[in-house]
């Protein structure tokens, strides 16, 4: 009974830090979704003269919403599903009128109208559900266009606030790509110490964290394509279009670069696991694994630094540190011997360029550091 107790404790705590993190993080959003609904019901009900602008409040608070992509794409399209939704509604109910049979050839219509114009599955549910919210609840004493006149202004100042009071546009994909990068050193380092130590568990745990990090690899597009409609909208963050760009590039090569340490690391294993990887080997590789650690420690550093010419000082590192590991990988002259251990090293080689691309040089300079074959 203690020990139950104890383990609902336990969980209990935990559920708690990670939803005081959870606030902690969206504290900006919940402000900026806060304002955006209380002052689009008040623009409707002051401004306007509507009686209980309740679609206002909604089609705000729905546009800005939560989540990695709430930037202004998302944000336009969540506002012009709500608008278009409550515009049909009311269409409809003034032509066909309210009720059951009314509500179910509402959404019907509004449905094939909204899979018509467009693919994404926010715009078409947005539209359908207040169409369907429209046609059920009663119509306001000002008429039936007055909702959609709400939705308007829910939508238009939603669209305003996400103008006006973005988040820095590089925040989001830079600490995610820094994760991402952690994450990469973490195999990597890991996989030094399996083979060092002939431990084909860790090896495999390598591989199973290796392939954990598709989802972080699987976000980074969505934040930068928000970053970057923020920093093409806001005037204030116009500055940031270059960075995010070197963001993208550090990004890209680095997605390509996990994909090699997944198959590095599942090599890895097997070689262990067999048998295939002898003392001098289990050396020569967990030295290159810690030395290709240590050199994406600078990689990490130049997207984490806060200044242009702190950032460029960082990627400079990389590239030195990057470009003496890739002057390693002769098979003939690293250390190894058998062809388990020769193939990895030849995977190395396409993933250290990767890497060198990652920190800034293009493809001919990086494999310029590679030794021929």
């Not at 590192?317 to 030849?346: I, K």
Request: proline share 3%; with cysteine; charged share 20%.
């Amino acid at each position: 009974m203690s020990e139950h107790l104890g383990r609902s404790a336990r969980f209990t705590q935990r559920r708690a830090r990670v939803g005081v993190l959870r606030v902690r993080s969206s504290a900006w959003k919940i402000l900026q979704i806060t304002v955006c609904a209380v002052g689009a019901y008040w623009i409707a009900e002051e401004l306007l003269g509507h009686e209980g602008p309740l679609f206002a409040a909604t089609s705000a608070m729905i546009a800005l919403g939560f989540g990695h992509d709430t930037h202004l794409r998302r944000t336009l399209e969540v506002a012009g599903g709500c608008t278009l939704g409550i515009l049909v509604g009311d269409l409809l109910v003034h032509a066909v009128g309210s009720g059951l049979w009314q509500a179910a050839v509402v959404v019907l219509i509004s449905l094939i109208i909204a899979r018509f114009l467009d693919s994404g599955t926010i715009f078409s549910t947005q539209l359908g559900l207040q169409s369907l919210l429209v046609v059920l609840l009663p119509a306001p004493d000002g008429g039936v266009f007055t909702r959609s006149a709400d939705a308007v202004v829910g939508g238009l100042f939603a669209l305003l606030i996400a103008v006006l009071t973005p988040r820095n546009p590089r925040h989001e994909p830079a600490t995610q790509l820094e994760s991402l990068l952690d994450e990469f050193a973490a195999v990597l380092r890991e996989s030094a110490t399996a083979v060092r130590t002939f431990d084909s568990t860790l090896a495999w745990h390598a591989l199973v964290r290796a392939r954990g990090t598709q989802k972080r690899v699987d976000e980074l597009p969505v934040m930068l394509r928000g970053a970057k409609e923020i920093a093409t909208m806001s005037p204030a963050y116009r500055g940031q279009r270059g960075e995010l760009k070197r963001i993208a590039r550090v990004a890209e090569q680095t997605d390509l670069a996990v994909r090699n340490v997944r198959v590095i690391a599942r090599r890895l294993a097997a070689a262990i696991t067999h048998g295939a990887v002898g003392t001098a080997d289990a050396e020569a590789l967990s030295t290159y694994f810690d030395s290709l650690a240590d050199a994406i420690t600078p990689l990490r550093a130049s997207i984490a630094e806060t200044s242009a010419a702190a950032r460029s000082r960082a990627e400079h590192a990389a590239r030195v540190e990057l470009a003496a590991c890739a002057a390693e990988l002769d098979p003939r002259e690293f250390g190894v011997t058998g062809l388990e251990c020769e193939s990895l090293v030849m995977i190395l080689r396409p993933m250290t360029v990767d890497l060198l691309e990652a920190a800034g040089l293009d493809h001919e300079e990086a494999r310029g550091y590679l030794p021929r074959l």
